[in-house]
């Protein structure tokens, strides 16, 4: 069993819907949670992070972490075509230079 | 800035070979990152290195090897090349810990800038 799981998708959904993204994780030694996302043929890219529990917002994106349900949420609004990519959620202890990923969710916004 | 870069991008190698890839970090990052990614198993940590000493270690066998110079570029090896290992490896950069204000958000010191990968493929 992986420590980071995610559902790999994909997830299609029509443009201007909420797309909902969730990872589970064991072992709660972690204090840093990440979202990436991943367009085709690019490296990852840093969309939000939050330190231990609780919420987030940026703009059309919004991170929840639950730490007593060991759960991470991703949720997209007002979704564009251009958020189709693949979304990673990610966690590190204290230095982010060694980060657990999830498998990554496949995303895809149809016009 | 510029990005952080990767040579080469694609890559064929049999087995048995080995193979170098460089990494060139974006200027005044000292911490640089190495990733597999493969369908099966997403991204898995390598190894992390920061002004020349590697800090962090994943669980890969010895074949997976790396190094950090002076200038903070990295480059990581793997010996004796398995079907296993055709995956994109990827590279990702950053300031690193060691001069962070105090009061400053760790995001600035800590975020990962991922290069564009090299893609292997081992037949």
């Known amino acids: 069993q992986k420590e980071v799981e995610q559902d790999p998708g994909p997830l299609s959904v029509p443009e201007g819907a909420i797309v909902s993204l969730n990872c589970t994780y064991s072992?709660?030694?972690?204090?840093?949670f990440m979202w990436y996302r991943q367009y085709s043929r690019k490296g990852p890219e840093l969309l939000m992070y939050?330190?231990?529990?609780g919420n987030k917002e940026d703009g059309r994106f919004t991170a929840q972490v639950d730490k007593s349900s060991k759960y991470i949420s991703l949720f997209i609004r007002d979704s564009q075509p251009s958020d189709s990519a693949t979304y990673l959620c990610a966690r590190a202890r204290y230095s982010w230079g060694k980060l657990q990923f999830g498998a990554g969710t496949q995303v895809v916004v149809t016009p | 800035k510029a990005g952080v870069t990767q040579t080469p991008r694609y890559l064929i190698k049999t087995r048995g070979q080995q193979v170098t890839l460089s990494c060139s970090p974006i200027?005044?990052?000292?911490?640089v990152s190495w990733y597999q990614q493969t369908p099966g198993q997403g991204l898995q940590f390598l190894f992390e290195y920061f002004s020349e000493t590697q800090r962090n270690k994943g669980n890969f066998p010895g074949r997976f090897s790396g190094r950090q110079f002076s200038n903070s570029r990295s480059e990581m090896n793997v010996s004796t090349l398995e079907l296993g290992d055709s995956a994109l490896y990827l590279c990702a950069s950053s300031p690193g810990r060691g001069d962070r204000l105090i009061g400053e958000p760790i995001h600035k010191q800590e975020t990962q800038y991922f290069g564009p990968g090299t893609r292997l493929l081992v037949l």
């Open positions: 072992n709660s030694a972690f204090q840093y």
């Open positions: 939050t330190y231990s529990s």
């Open positions: 200027s005044g990052h000292r911490s």
